[in-house]
């Protein structure tokens, strides 16, 4: 399903809705929530919001770069990975659609420009944290009883600070956010992450089952043009994966993922 956030109180029924995914990128709902998400599919939908196809013909280094990691052409690039995501999506079970802005070394290639650049705080003329504030009143308003999933910003990617940016002006009882993977699997991110946001948040737990978590790895795993990038190939990725949220279960059968409540 594809459309613009301005679009969904004509086109979906937000208001039946009891949980409203946030994925900044063509992989992170699967990536972060795929446990939860394959276990309770059908009352939630993920909102995706880097997916616009860019017109420039030129493009600046660190772009250049992901191209050439993900072994992809620029012109192909948003085709193949919405594909990939269509895919993930349809494993999952989930309603989705597309928000159709741009990722961040599209949006502003002067600013975002190298990896560096690229792990921070967002520029304070960046468009991607009107647009994020304009859909979340959008849904707070027309999905009255959605909790709305937010990165946590684990990584500091510019794309998840300015969700989570920009989510942290809303009441907080209608937020989660979520722990960012697979930058979160790197030992003790998670808790870098947390110091650097102030008062800890409230931990909670999500419970899932071995065919859950069947479902996020097989998710996952249909983003093969990003999977030796994030992981090192497929295998890594299923271990590193039932690893991490074996852990987050904490003695208990199965598997968790794990979300923030800030208050």
Not at 14 to 26: D, E, F, K, W
Not at 227 to 256: K, N, P, S, V, W
Request: hydrophobic residues 50%; proline residues 6%.
């Amino acid at each position: 399903m594809n459309t613009r956030p301005t679009d969904l109180v004509h086109r979906v029924d937000l208001a039946r809705y009891t949980r409203v995914y946030l994925s900044p990128h063509l992989d992170d709902a699967a990536l972060s929530c795929g446990g939860t998400i394959a276990a309770s599919p059908d009352d939630a939908l993920v909102i995706t919001l880097c997916t616009a196809v860019p017109s420039a013909t030129t493009f600046n280094a660190v772009a250049v770069e992901f191209h050439a990691e993900w072994g992809l052409a620029p012109n192909e690039v948003l085709h193949v990975r919405r594909a990939e995501d269509a895919e993930a999506m349809t494993i999952l079970g989930v309603d989705y659609v597309y928000a159709d802005w741009l990722d961040a070394i599209y949006r502003m290639p002067e600013a975002y420009h190298s990896r560096a650049t690229l792990y921070r705080h967002p520029v304070s003329d960046d468009p991607l944290l009107p647009q994020v504030r304009d859909l979340l009143a959008l849904l707070i308003a027309h999905a009255p009883q959605a909790t709305i999933y937010v990165p946590l910003g684990v990584g500091h990617h510019v794309d998840h600070l300015a969700v989570f940016e920009s989510a942290v002006a809303f009441p907080p009882d209608r937020l989660a956010f979520y722990e960012d993977i697979n930058y979160a699997l790197a030992p003790g991110a998670v808790e870098q992450r947390l110091a650097e946001i102030g008062p800890t948040p409230v931990a909670e737990y999500l419970a899932f089952g071995a065919a859950s978590l069947r479902k996020k790895i097989a998710a996952i795993a249909a983003y093969r043009s990003q999977m030796e990038a994030l992981f090192g190939g497929t295998a890594a990725m299923e271990a590193a994966i039932a690893a991490y949220h074996a852990t987050l279960a904490q003695e208990r059968d199965g598997y968790a993922e794990r979300i923030w409540r800030i208050a």
